[in-house]
């Protein structure tokens, strides 16, 4: 997304901030339907946001907008001064933690204000706290999960406190599928932690709230989600169950994203359990259902909240790869260009990749890379992410290790997160 030049650049130059938010919805290839359930607000006030030109605006639905389609503050006449309080200590755990709490609070807070305000139980409720999940996603690229899950942990407390006081059957539907969200980012920073236990109860709170909700998409996303987390824990057998019950729930209609999703989970967990051509098979039909998805250009289904493409696809065959000691798989020409972005996810594929250069006999290589991950794992201690590394450790057997081994060994030597 451009925000420093063309035409978003311009509406905010001309003072039009409705026409930045409808460029940036669009370019996130949201409706505006969806942009209204997130903020609260019905499909025609976010088209006559959209239209107001360079008349006054709404502070409050500015800072929504801003806060669930990434914009500069700036470009919508907002200043935005939290940056520079957090960074004050940002050496201080518990202080971090409690600005991340206030930060995140501070973008829903409007949208819980109107909610109360105009007394909506259609839904605005919990449309505002899943901006508030969301909001702690985006934080989860750039924060330890140590720092954020205390704050997300209060933000579930918050849901089930709400939800307890809804007035019918609805709305209490509607908040079990907001807390299922939650609930589901919170097992995966216990995933990232390297705490598999919290995780799996955090998953399995996903999945009996999904169900509450009575949307079988979401119950099939969250079971799927566990799915993976098994695949990747070295439960194949588990994980591929688990995928089944997805696809049972799933039925004959669901959108493509799903399928494609699904194919991927599957893929991993044929990989865990040894079985190549299935995983082959499924990473196939990943990849097409992925590559119809992309032709399509159709806006996200909720739950799915990133945008599944043909590049995860090739991320997914390199953890496959890696998992079935595959090289071919793993070094693939296009692996390394999708070494970008998330800077956690990014060091779990690098880890992969140092698994494939280790499973051709090319331990130098295997293990410069494995450094520069461990180096983002320690970042961010991600007990994820050093599990991992050691991982990749244990698969080399050797006597009389090279010296980038030995430097190896010494780094991780002591590292409990």
Not at 48 to 75: C, F, M, N, W
Not at 100 to 117: N, R, T
């Amino acid at each position: 997304m451009d925000f420093q030049t063309g035409p978003i650049r311009d509406a905010s130059r001309a003072g039009d901030y409705g026409r930045v938010i409808e460029l940036t919805r669009k370019g996130r290839q949201m409706t505006q339907a969806a942009l209204g359930q997130a903020l609260g607000l019905s499909q025609s006030a976010v088209s006559r946001l959209e239209k107001r030109g360079s008349a006054s605006y709404s502070t409050d639905v500015l800072t929504a907008a801003v806060a669930h389609l990434q914009i500069p503050p700036a470009l919508v006449g907002l200043a935005d001064g939290r940056a520079a309080q957090a960074k004050a200590r940002d050496d201080d755990p518990m202080h971090r933690r409690t600005v991340l709490g206030g930060a995140v609070a501070a973008m829903a807070a409007p949208i819980l204000a109107a909610v109360s305000d105009t007394h909506d139980t259609t839904g605005g409720q919990a449309a505002a706290l899943r901006l508030t999940t969301s909001a702690y996603r985006r934080l989860d690229g750039t924060t330890p999960s140590r720092d954020l899950a205390d704050a997300v942990e209060g933000h579930i407390r918050l849901i089930q406190t709400i939800t307890r006081t809804a007035n019918s059957d609805a709305d209490r539907a509607r908040l079990a599928a907001a807390g299922s969200e939650a609930a589901s980012f919170a097992g995966w920073l216990a995933w990232d932690k390297a705490d598999h236990g919290s995780a799996r109860s955090w998953y399995g709170g996903a999945i009996k709230a999904a169900r509450t909700s009575q949307n079988a998409l979401l119950t099939a996303y969250q079971t799927g989600t566990l799915a993976q987390f098994e695949a990747y824990a070295g439960n194949g057998v588990e994980a591929l169950n688990l995928a089944r019950r997805a696809r049972r729930v799933l039925g004959d209609q669901h959108p493509v994203v799903a399928d494609a999703w699904l194919s991927s989970v599957e893929a991993l967990g044929h990989a865990t359990a040894g079985d190549r051509r299935r995983a082959d098979q499924s990473l196939t039909a990943s990849r097409t259902a992925a590559e119809a998805l992309t032709a399509d250009q159709e806006p996200l289904p909720w739950p799915w909240v990133f945008s599944f493409t043909p590049d995860k696809v090739a991320a997914c065959r390199a953890t496959c790869g890696a998992r079935l000691g595959l090289p071919d798989w793993v070094l693939a020409e296009d692996v390394e260009a999708l070494t970008t972005g998330h800077a956690k996810q990014r060091a779990l594929l690098v880890l992969d990749i140092a698994a494939g250069h280790l499973a051709a006999g090319r331990a130098e290589a295997a293990f410069a890379l494995a450094s520069r991950a461990l180096d983002i794992g320690l970042h961010y201690r991600s007990g994820r992410i050093v599990e991992r590394a050691r991982a990749v450790r244990r698969s080399l057997t050797t006597t009389s290790p090279p010296k980038v081994v030995r430097d190896f060994d010494e780094r991780l030597h002591g590292v409990y997160l």
